[in-house]
């Protein structure tokens, strides 16, 4: 799906980052989302409450898989993938997404653990789609319907874009 953010637990005061869900600041009740349908992309993942902007939503529980497993569903998390479990799974893409993927590393009774957590990347509203950029690599990608304002017209890297638009004409 998409390159997940690497984020140290303990740089919590740093306002530029993202809130650890294990911060007193932080601490509430996860997962406030339900998955539903929506009207142009099958299934989705909406917010049943306000989040505000670096929070975390949830985390996210799968099967993690060595490096270059692929599937429609997995993302990239630690030096492999992780396929999520519902409700996760069924994250759409945008070119504007309001969420993005955070690995985290907990020290847990003397062992360091990864875990992989939706963060809002802005003020979220109740019943709002969360969405994320999949960042595909370019030879993966394929046409974009978002409906941002600020489509690429592709879901992959926005780095990588004008590769993709001149493979995509090539095979024209």
């Known amino acids: 799906m998409s390159n997940t953010t690497s984020r140290d637990s303990q ?3 740093d306002k530029t980052r993202a809130l650890s869900p294990y ?3 932080t601490r509430r009740r996860f997962d406030r989302v339900v998955v539903q349908e929506t009207s142009t992309r099958g ?3 909406f917010a049943t409450s306000n989040v505000k902007a670096r929070y975390a939503i949830g985390r996210v529980f799968g099967d993690v898989y060595p490096q270059g497993y692929r599937s429609r569903y ?3 998390f630690g030096d492999g993938a992780l396929e999520p479990y519902e409700p996760y799974r069924f994250l759409n893409h945008s070119c504007d997404p309001n969420c993005e993927f955070v690995e985290w590393s907990i020290q847990i ?3 360091i653990v990864q875990e992989l957590w939706l963060h809002a990347l802005r003020d979220v509203k109740p019943g709002e789609e969360l969405t994320i950029d999949y960042a595909w690599d370019w030879q993966d990608a394929i046409p974009c319907l978002c409906g941002s304002p ?3 017209g592709w879901i992959c ?3 990588e874009l004008a590769l993709c638009i001149e493979n995509n004409r090539k095979e024209r």
């Open 23 to 25: 911060s007193s600041r």
């Open 74 to 76: 997995c993302v990239e």
């Open 150 to 152: 600020q489509c690429r």
């Open 109 to 111: 009774e003397g062992q």
């Open 11 to 13: 740089n919590t005061q």
């Open 43 to 45: 299934r989705g993942v």
């Open 157 to 159: 890297k926005e780095d």
